[in-house]
């Protein structure tokens, strides 16, 4: 299991951005796919973002499009989401989660997962 550590959410309001940041301590963390999860209170959870660990590829939900950006530091072994133009709807518990080899977009697909970091969107 990969450790994962989330951080960056808060209380923002709408129209305004955050960046969440993932922090591994996973020597091999170029190898793992990274993705963005959230969970809304009373939902499943949902796909946000992935990228691949080369870097090279990236895919976002059509609900975040435009809007949020998936990226990642492998030196740092960080993976980043900047939100921007945030929606009262956004407002949930951030998820990121590590696959190893390539990238999906199921919760299943992945086998390591961070504790979560929370996002309120005001209205």
């Known amino acids: 299991q990969v450790q994962l550590v989330e951080s960056g959410g808060g209380l923002v309001q709408a129209g305004g951005s955050l960046r969440l940041s993932c922090a591994s301590s996973?020597?091999?963390?170029?190898?793992?796919?990274m993705a963005w999860f959230r969970q809304a209170p009373g939902k499943e959870r949902e796909f946000v973002a992935v990228i691949r660990g080369s870097g090279g590829t990236t895919a976002h939900a059509d609900s975040v499009k435009d809007r949020f950006t998936i990226s990642r530091d492998n030196a740092k072994r960080t993976v980043y989401l900047q939100m921007n133009s945030l929606k009262p709807e956004d407002t949930a518990v951030y998820y990121c989660?590590?696959?190893?080899?390539?990238?999906?977009?199921?919760?299943?697909?992945?086998?390591?997962w961070g504790q979560g970091t929370r996002v309120t969107v005001s209205s």
């Open positions: 996973e020597r091999t963390f170029s190898s793992y796919g």
């Open positions: 989660a590590a696959k190893i080899v390539g990238i999906g977009t199921r919760a299943a697909d992945f086998g390591s």
